[in-house]
């Protein structure tokens, strides 16, 4: 996995564990000895992350370092890079298709994000276009999320029964809890 860290210099420079790279590698000389229909059904991520749980980290931050932490793990740890990846293998074989729910990737995170603000996004013109809330900003966030939704709401009730009552009221004399009936109780 590649992590970025931000420096000084405002370039993007990232580090890696040449371990991972290592072990997916070997997982795939290995797994060449395996029937196709096997081979399919095998986790990689379950394989890759138990051998590598058993192996020394080799980072690098620089295409120098990456090459001598290569080196390095091909010839300093070939043989335990190897047994980890069979002894993945074994465990993951016993039980290829094990029911466990997977880590999501940030990419998906700052996917499901972006669709969360555009709902907001979305909810707020419907709001304004409605007139359930007064004019644009209103700034709708997830924090003020509830509140705005309850005064719509509210003032949705108002508008309703304002229809069907002969009185003439003015939306400002009727207050959060009026006589209208209203009850935000069950939202507290």
Known sequence: MMNRKDNSFKTEQIYQN????????EIQRQLKIYPAQIRSSFN???IEAYALNRLPVLYASSEKGRDMQKEIGKQKYRKEIGIAVRRALATVEKNPKRH????VSFSEIESKC???????????????QTQLIDGYPTDLSWDNLVSVVEKALKRLYWK???????RNFK????DEESSLGWDSSFIS
Not at 18 to 25: D, N, S, T
Not at 114 to 128: P, V
Not at 160 to 166: H, R
């Open 100 to 103: 466990s729910k997977p880590l």
């Open 44 to 46: 990689i991520v379950e």
């Open 160 to 166: 309703e029964n304002k229809k069907s009552d002969s």
């Open 114 to 128: 972006r669709e969360a603000q555009s709902a907001l996004e979305m909810l707020e013109d419907l709001l304004i």
């Open 171 to 174: 939306e400002e004399e009727i």
């Open 18 to 25: 040449i371990m991972e790279v290592l072990v997916k590698e």
